[in-house]
């Protein structure tokens, strides 16, 4: 393998390790027809949990590896060279686990972390609506709070891992409008009232699923609610910071998987790997090794509880745009044999656009920088 800096701190080479076994086992063999088929397998999750590789950052006390980011975001990296589907998958599940640790009172933690930590429950995330994706604190699917609880109603978009979750992290509003009258709710897959609607149709991340939530007079107590009224926002943010680094790994193991492949092939001859063609090349190297650098200097600070909103859409934007432009280059040059299905170059360049899109668009990333900008010079 090609190697990169920092070098892996024991911890990041023992489960990275695990990760790499464990894709070349179970999700590399049948992640053609997968894609194909958009299946997601939920024993290739459960096997993942098993292995602690799905709640890695989780204290012991609640049954989790309770280990660094690095770690974590290490793994998403190796699961994404196999298939990008399950990094995202593992990370969505990891964030809806960190909000019920932050947010979640001592009630919430033992009913939900548990069984979180054990698979039992696969989570999904759920913020955006039809007509207000970017702009999520103009939603209105509404929470109004009735005898016992809320009735929840209205219809979300775009949930991740949809199709296949036990548990909803879902964002309504239950005040005035903007972000300060949204609140968050766990809210379970077999609550009355709660239909699972379409599943999209993707170009990719395919064995990824991304659905409708159609609430209508969905009754859930109030032991359902995460934190306070009216912080249902900052709870959505504090894991979209976590989120858009996971984007960046899940980016980064793509960039890898991608610059191996063709410099492997390349070394073969499987095509005319001319001297321009191996420049540019190492051009994307410099520029993988200076973003897996900017990835671990996030992660460092989030572990010491540091701000890393601005480090997060760095990442996210820098390296969702180099996993594109490799994989469409090595598309270029490799020609016809780099979009035989088995290679993966032409599955990680459809998922390498659709990292570009999760999590905030790289639009919404410029746009989060360029305030901080202001921010800066104002000071």
Known sequence: MISFFPEFSPDQQLFSQVARDLANRFIRPSAVE????????????????QEGLTSLLIPKKWGGKELGSSVHYTVLSELSRASASYSITVGVHQMIQGAVLEYGNEEQKK???????SGELLAAFSLSEPGCGSDAGSLVTSAKQVSGGYDLNGTKTWCSNGSDADLFLVMARTGGPGPKGISAFLVSRDTPGLTIGKREKK???????????????????????????????????????????????????????????????????????????????????????????????????????????????????????????MTSSAISTMG????????????????????????????????????????????
């Open 336 to 379: 016809f044999i780099g979009l035989n299905p088995h290679l993966g170059i032409e599955r990680m360049m459809r998922d390498a656009k659709a990292l570009q899109i999760v999590e905030g668009t790289n639009q919404i990333q410029k746009l989060v920088l360029s305030r901080e900008l202001d921010k800066m010079v104002q000071q």
């Open 34 to 49: 997968d894609d194909h088929n958009e299946l997601f397998r939920r024993n290739i999750f459960n096997t993942l949990k």
């Open 111 to 117: 009913k939900y972390l548990p069984g979180l930590v």
């Open 203 to 325: 170009l990719g991340l395919k064995s990824s699923s991304l659905t409708e939530l159609i609430f209508e007079q969905c009754h859930i107590p109030k032991s359902c609610l995460l934190g306070a009224e009216g912080l249902g926002f900052s709870v959505a943010l504090s894991q979209l910071d976590a989120g858009r680094i996971g984007i960046a790994s899940t980016a980064i193991g793509l960039a890898q998987e991608t610059l191996e492949v063709v410099w492997t092939e390349g070394a073969k001859k499987t095509f005319d790997f001319s001297e321009g063609q191996r420049a540019d090349w190492a051009n994307h190297f410099a520029g993988l090794q200076s973003i897996i650098a900017l990835l671990f200097l996030a992660a460092t600070r989030k572990d010491q509880g540091l701000k890393v909103t601005s480090l997060a859409s760095q990442c996210k934007l820098l390296a969702s745009d180099l996993a594109m432009n």
